[in-house]
């Protein structure tokens, strides 16, 4: 630059807040989105798959309030076992997305062989996030 020369820079912060907003809440869906991919990847790799229904039950819920959950399929009878289904969870405190699984069961699942939380860390672990827990 030629001295002298000056340059001014006026920014919108509210508009510039706003569009940084949408921006992360579009990528925090795409994790979510990921995550629920992810965790199906994993149910099918520990084969903890009986009927299907667990891994037909896996559903995201994402900032817009849009949740996959009226796709997974209903409670009943699977390979002749009773299948039911967890109610539709929702976005709680600060969070901006979820992933789910409404399966009854899951949770026990999980504790034996982690699908869910291992597809937490596989998706941030390729993002360069850490998982941590306070």
């Given amino acids: 630059m030629e001295p002298g020369f000056k340059v001014a820079l006026k920014m919108n912060i509210?508009?510039?807040?706003?569009?940084s907003q949408a921006?992360?809440?579009?990528?925090?869906d795409k994790y979510a989105l990921q995550i629920e991919g992810q965790t199906k990847i994993f149910i099918v790799a520990n084969g903890q798959i009986d009927t299907g229904f667990m891994l037909n039950s896996v559903y995201s819920i994402l900032s817009s309030g849009a949740s996959?959950?009226?796709?997974?399929?209903?409670?009943?009878?699977?390979?002749?076992?009773?299948?039911t289904k967890a109610p539709r969870g929702s976005l709680q405190g600060k969070a901006i997305a979820a992933v789910g699984v409404a399966a009854s069961y899951a949770l026990w699942q999980e504790l034996k062989k982690?699908?869910?939380?291992?597809?937490?860390?596989?998706?941030?672990h390729t993002a360069g996030f850490t998982v941590e827990f306070k």
């Avoid at 921006?23 to 925090?28: E, I, P, Y």
């Avoid at 982690?114 to 941030?124: P, R």
Wanted: charged residues 20%; aromatic residues 12%.
């Fill in 14 to 19: 509210p508009k510039v807040l706003k569009q």
């Fill in 23 to 28: 921006r992360g809440k579009k990528l925090v």
């Fill in 68 to 83: 996959s959950y009226l796709l997974t399929w209903p409670s009943g009878s699977y390979g002749g076992q009773s299948r």
């Fill in 114 to 124: 982690s699908f869910l939380f291992a597809a937490l860390e596989s998706v941030a």
